[in-house]
């Protein structure tokens, strides 16, 4: 069945620093969610990405839907302590398929 | 802010008994509400999205008639655990979606069946 990957699993990083975390699919996708889920809080929902190719930013944050709507990635540029948490992506596989979470990129920040 | 809340946030039921979770939209019209499950340390798995006045769509795997949703108003959703066995215990969370295409989730209900 469809398979959603994240990586890094964990990520630390110094203030300031940049933080990528990437997700990547087994079969196409018909669009990609980002979530971010503070430590010992709920998911939030960052964003939903539908067409190939798709760049769009919130502030410091930088979501990219792959050319073959397969990956994605989520870029933070200088990281601030309230970055800290777990960012998850969610693909969904065609109109139909079920919507599959990542394991999620643990990320902490070291001020 | 949106905010949804859960009832009851938490609760331990014996094995073969139906447990009833409730999912509120407090300042908003919630036509969709999706709801989740979490088990320790991993991610979230869909279960159902529901649109107020029609049934859930299941996702594959999810058993209809064990897990039952209803979302009569635009501002609850419950979702009922029906005959309830040890192999449920989970951490559950719902959502809610309004006009717009963004979420706001609830705090989550931990259930616990012994």
């Known amino acids: 069945g469809q398979q959603v990957m994240q990586i890094p699993q964990y990520q630390h990083v110094q203030e300031g620093e940049d933080f990528t975390t990437y997700c990547n699919s087994s079969?196409?996708?018909?669009?990609i969610q980002w979530y971010k889920q503070r430590p010992g809080g709920h998911p939030v929902f960052l964003i939903q990405?539908?067409?190939?190719?798709e760049v769009k930013k919130q502030k410091r944050l930088t979501f990219q839907f792959g050319e073959a709507i397969k990956n994605s990635s989520l870029h933070i540029t200088a990281t601030q302590t309230t970055d800290v948490g777990t960012y998850f992506c969610a693909g969904r596989g065609g109109s139909q398929g079920n919507l599959i979470f990542g394991k999620g990129t643990k990320l902490s920040v070291k001020p | 802010g949106a905010v949804v809340s859960q009832h009851p946030s938490w609760v331990i039921c014996k094995s073969g008994t139906s447990v009833k979770i409730e999912c509120r939209s407090l300042d908003f019209q919630a036509t969709t509400m999706f709801w989740y499950r979490q088990f320790p340390k991993q991610s979230l798995m869909l279960m159902a999205t529901?649109?107020?006045?029609?049934?859930?769509?299941?996702e594959q795997g999810v058993e209809k008639d064990k897990f039952l949703i209803n979302h009569a108003s635009l501002t609850l959703s419950t979702l009922t655990v029906t005959s309830a066995h040890p192999e449920d215990s989970s951490f559950y969370i719902c959502?809610?979606?309004?006009?717009?295409?963004?979420?706001?989730f609830g705090p989550g209900t931990r259930l616990t069946v012994t």
């Open positions: 959502s809610g979606s309004g006009q717009g295409r963004e979420q706001y």
């Open positions: 990405l539908v067409k190939s190719g």
């Open positions: 079969t196409t996708l018909s669009n």
């Open positions: 529901s649109n107020e006045g029609s049934k859930a769509t299941y």
